[in-house]
């Protein structure tokens, strides 16, 4: 199994241009932005996304919501979401999600549903527990945290058992376990017939 971290803050990403209010078909993939500024880093995370079967993503909580990088992100994801209905072309398929959330305050459940109901509409599935979240000591002495998620075994296995949970579940969904040939749109519309086993 192959890996690749994108560590979005140290990217150089433009907000999003709004182009869909002003027609819903230039809002396209890939992205007006990246095809017109070379400084845009955004294609590093379409290419991210595109070219993985499990998608993770993370985020803090920032006064019960996710961070204003994620909304960035999320706004400039609609060039491959507007995909499936303006331009009928089916972008992101297959793709198994999950989240990592942290911060100093309740509310993860909050960020998880709305990361998650985005990342649906998107096109990627979920596996039951699909996400993992750690909200920081009641101290909020924020100096401390790196040194206490690295001793925390409790998070650290629950990071582990998401990423596992997400990659064993991409295993099931997008493989057929009677030929081992995996599932997509293409290899299906192909089949007249087909039947899965449970």
């Avoid at 070219?51 to 994801?77: C, K, N, T």
């Avoid at 499936?84 to 972008?91: G, P």
């Avoid at 909050?110 to 009641?138: C, D, K, R």
Wanted: glycine share 8%; net charge negative.
């Amino acid at each position: 199994m192959e890996k690749e971290i994108i560590v979005a803050s140290e990217l150089k990403l433009r907000p999003c241009d709004h182009h869909y209010s002003l027609s819903a078909k230039m809002c396209v993939h890939p992205c007006l932005i990246t095809q017109i500024d070379p400084e845009d880093e955004m294609k590093k995370i379409y290419d991210g996304i595109l070219g993985a079967d499990v998608v993770i993503m993370a985020s803090p909580i920032y006064w019960g919501s996710h961070s204003q990088l994620m909304q960035l992100i999320i706004e400039r994801l609609n060039s491959l979401e507007n995909s499936n209905f303006t331009h009928k072309k089916v972008i992101i398929k297959n793709k198994i999600g999950g989240l990592m959330i942290l911060g100093h305050e309740d509310g993860y459940q909050h960020v998880a549903g709305g990361l998650m109901n985005f990342l649906t509409e998107m096109g990627l599935i979920f596996p039951p527990q699909a996400y993992a979240a750690w909200v920081g000591e009641s101290d909020e002495n924020t100096e401390k945290d790196r040194e206490r998620l690295e001793k925390d075994e409790l998070i650290g296995d629950m990071f582990i058992d998401l990423v596992q949970n997400c990659v064993n579940f991409a295993k099931r969904i997008l493989v057929c376990p009677r030929c081992g040939e995996r599932f997509d749109y293409e290899h299906l519309s192909k089949k007249k017939n087909y039947t899965t086993a449970g």
